[in-house]
């Protein structure tokens, strides 16, 4: 158990939906890492949350946004949701800065649409 | 554009023997992590190499970081089932986006 939560684990839905994936960090990690891995594909790095605001974007749609609450958690929103949106969803936790470059994986998000 | 190659990208093995996963760049890396996924759940940490020419062991793993830190492997001996999954690795671009690579990973079958 790597400490770090995702709700839901399993999502089922429609294209043309919306979603909401939901994160909570280890104790004391104020960093948020979020990645979508398809089908026997790497994972792909979307975006990152430091202490509630945004540190780095990487391959991120439009159409999807996320945020970082005061309590650390962090929510993905993926919107218009299309086929090829269908993939693993995780989100990761980092210690602060000079502890250590690790990141803890959550168990992910498996979303399918339909 | 920083990317780590791992090679093989596939390896299928019987049970016993040796294996050893490449990870390239030809950038530098202040330190290099390696991961272990199984199918359906999150990658877990095996270890962090941090110093150029560092040798970490975890039991029947050594990971190894190159001289200049922009390489790394990974070797396994005596391969079990168990180690079967998809190895890897990852680390910090330097690039000034503070973006965090993975490599494009080995999918390892060990067949007993």
């Known amino acids: 158990d790597s400490g770090v939560t995702q709700t839901p684990k399993h999502l089922i839905t429609a294209t043309g939906q919306r979603v909401t994936l939901r994160c909570s960090p280890r104790s004391g990690d104020l960093s948020v890492y979020w990645y979508q891995q398809s089908l026997d594909q790497g994972l792909q790095f979307l975006i990152q949350?430091?202490?509630?605001?945004?540190?780095a974007k990487g391959n991120i749609l439009e159409r999807f946004s996320a945020q970082q609450f005061p309590d650390l958690h962090s929510e993905l929103n993926l919107s218009s949701l299309e086929l090829g949106d269908s993939a693993l969803y995780f989100c990761a936790s980092k210690p602060p800065p000079g502890l250590a470059n690790e990141q803890f994986f959550g168990p992910g998000t498996r979303l399918t649409v339909l | 554009t920083q990317l780590l190659e791992q090679s093989p990208q596939f390896l299928s093995i019987q049970e016993g023997e040796n294996l050893t996963v490449y990870c390239n760049s030809s950038?530098?890396?202040?330190?290099l992590q390696w991961y272990r996924q199984e199918p359906g759940e999150g990658p877990v940490l095996l270890v962090t190499v941090v110093t150029g020419g560092e040798v970490k062991k975890l039991k029947r793993l050594t990971f190894q970081f190159g001289d200049a830190r922009k390489d790394s492997s990974l070797h396994i001996t005596a391969a079990q089932p168990g180690d079967t999954g998809l190895y890897l690795c990852a680390g910090y671009s330097t690039s000034g986006t503070y973006k965090y690579i993975f490599g494009t990973g080995t999918r390892l079958k060990v067949l007993a």
């Open positions: 949350y430091y202490n509630g605001e945004e540190r």
């Open positions: 950038s530098v890396f202040s330190s």
